[in-house]
């Protein structure tokens, strides 16, 4: 059951479970992380990482090593909102542990797996890291609110273009290898108004709206499933229309789609797929994809269409290879290998810039955005163990 890394990982377990409940004691809703990074910071400088820096977007990248070969570990440091307080046990902030369990809004999702790849550079530090590896962790801001935004900074302004990302969301000590896409459009229909007395003088925007709403209806059950990921969906968040008054017919119409993407499907072909329905080419409507333009805590906008691209990194995939070998060399036991439900940074790093991408990460799915959210202390040792291992299957790789 145990292994040297494991074993190493205890030795260290004290200071990792107590940062993990500083972390989670520092509420970090998107946009208003800047706390939360200078206390990961004032950590990494602490643990001794080779360099500790800020980007203008306010991301943390703390580097340990300089070698040829790029393993990034990120963790996103925002969180949702607490939600109805009264549904929680306890103080949504405490870091309470009971019985071998961290309560806190983030503890699933997802600052164990910071605190766990910030806690394996402090092994690196310990042993030393492979010459031929430059080892990051990634302290990355704005994901609940638009996933990938950080990486795509990253990668595009930063200039960092990792050869393996780690994605350290929840996975339940599993292997994860990519999750179904999204994006969000909006589909817009105009009319002309008159009088509400007599309709008849005016074409009513609403009444086109709705052959379209029966149509995407329609469109989703027409959708097929696509292993290993399944079925693309597509439905309507909201609809809202136009008119001179309440007394006048409605000028215009639109509704806000959210189309979650499986295999095969990207913003292109989902446009198209709108634009070929008969009502809507009959209300000769328009389409457009969404723009996310929300300044980070630093004050930076950094805006981009809210297309999030399905990934998926093949079984055959090296990273993949390396990261079984490191999970048997932890664990001593084979893993366990599939993909999340949920969206996560993977959208930039894998779905734009086809970075070989895996996740691997304390806690378990279900309890993210959800009240008494918890992660076990064992899993954040485990993943400890597991990155520190995986850099050593990586440089060999
Ligand atoms: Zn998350």
Redesign the pocket.
């Known amino acids: 059951m145990s292994s040297s890394y494991y074993a190493d990982t205890m030795e260290i377990k004290g200071d990792l479970v107590k940062f993990m409940q500083d972390i989670i004691r520092i509420p970090s809703l998107s946009s208003e992380e800047g706390a939360v990074v200078q206390r990961i910071r004032e950590e990494m400088l602490k643990i001794g990482y080779d360099e500790v820096t800020v980007d203008p977007m306010g991301n943390l990248l703390g580097r340990i090593g300089s070698g040829p070969r790029v393993i990034a570990f990120d963790g996103?440091v925002d969180t949702v909102d607490v939600g109805n307080a009264s549904l929680w046990d306890r103080d949504p902030h405490s870091g309470d542990i009971e019985d071998g369990i961290l309560y806190g809004r983030g503890a699933t999702?997802?600052k164990g797996g910071v605190a766990s790849s910030v806690y394996a550079g402090a092994l690196l530090k310990k042993r030393g890291i492979p010459d031929n590896v430059t080892f990051y962790v990634t302290a990355t801001v704005q994901?609940?609110d638009c996933d990938g935004l950080c990486w795509q900074y990253i990668v595009n302004e930063d200039g960092l273009r990792p050869d393996l990302v780690v994605i350290t969301?929840?996975t339940s000590l599993r292997i994860y290898r990519g999750h179904r896409g999204r994006m969000e459009m909006e589909v817009h229909a105009s009319g002309i108004s008159c009088h509400g007395s007599a309709p008849e003088r005016g074409v009513n925007a609403v009444y086109k709206m709705a052959g379209i709403i029966a149509d995407i209806e329609k469109l989703n059950e027409r959708l097929e499933p696509r292993e290993p990921l399944g079925k693309g969906t597509v439905t309507i968040s909201q609809i809202r229309s136009t008119s001179p008054s309440l007394c006048a017919v409605a000028d215009g119409c639109t509704i806000h789609v959210d189309r979650r993407l499986t295999i095969g499907e990207t913003e292109a072909t989902s446009v198209a797929e709108i634009l070929a329905l008969p009502s809507v080419q009959a209300a000769e409507a328009t389409v457009t994809v969404l723009e996310y333009a929300v300044p980070s805590y630093t004050g930076l906008t950094y805006p981009t269409r809210k297309y999030y691209p399905t990934w998926e990194t093949p079984a055959s995939e090296p990273a993949v290879q390396a990261a079984t070998v490191a999970y048997r060399q932890a664990f001593g036991r084979e893993p366990e290998v599939g993909h999340w439900t949920?969206s996560?940074n993977g959208v930039a790093t894998a779905g734009m810039h086809n970075i070989p991408t895996i996740g691997f990460g304390p806690g378990h799915e279900h309890f993210?955005h959800a009240p008494n959210e918890q992660t076990e202390i064992e899993h954040l040792v485990w993943c400890t163990a597991f990155y520190s291992a995986l850099v050593d299957t990586f440089a060999e790789g």
């Open positions: 996103h999702d997802m994901e609940e969301e929840p949920f996560t993210a």
